[in-house]
């Protein structure tokens, strides 16, 4: 039976906006991915935006539940 895993990563996301003058600009977002493993294959993919650099208790809280549900998914194979 294939093994059910979680892995976070600290990554930024780019996104390309159109400025104010029309020309496309390209903003980065920090964040925390959690990425479900089921063997093998990538089976899903969640991103957590991190408001700063420096995280709050929201992002806290917010990363919490995250790997709450993440890791009772993992579990539900065992």
Known sequence: MPERVVQL???SRAVTVDSVDGR???L???GIALVRHDGDRVVGEAWLPV???EP???DD???ITALHTE???SQRAA
């Open 56 to 58: 709050t208790f929201a």
């Open 24 to 26: 496309p600009e390209t």
């Open 61 to 63: 809280e917010a990363l």
């Open 9 to 11: 990563r600290w990554v």
């Open 28 to 30: 980065s977002y920090p």
């Open 71 to 73: 890791w009772s998914w």
């Open 51 to 53: 408001g700063t650099e």
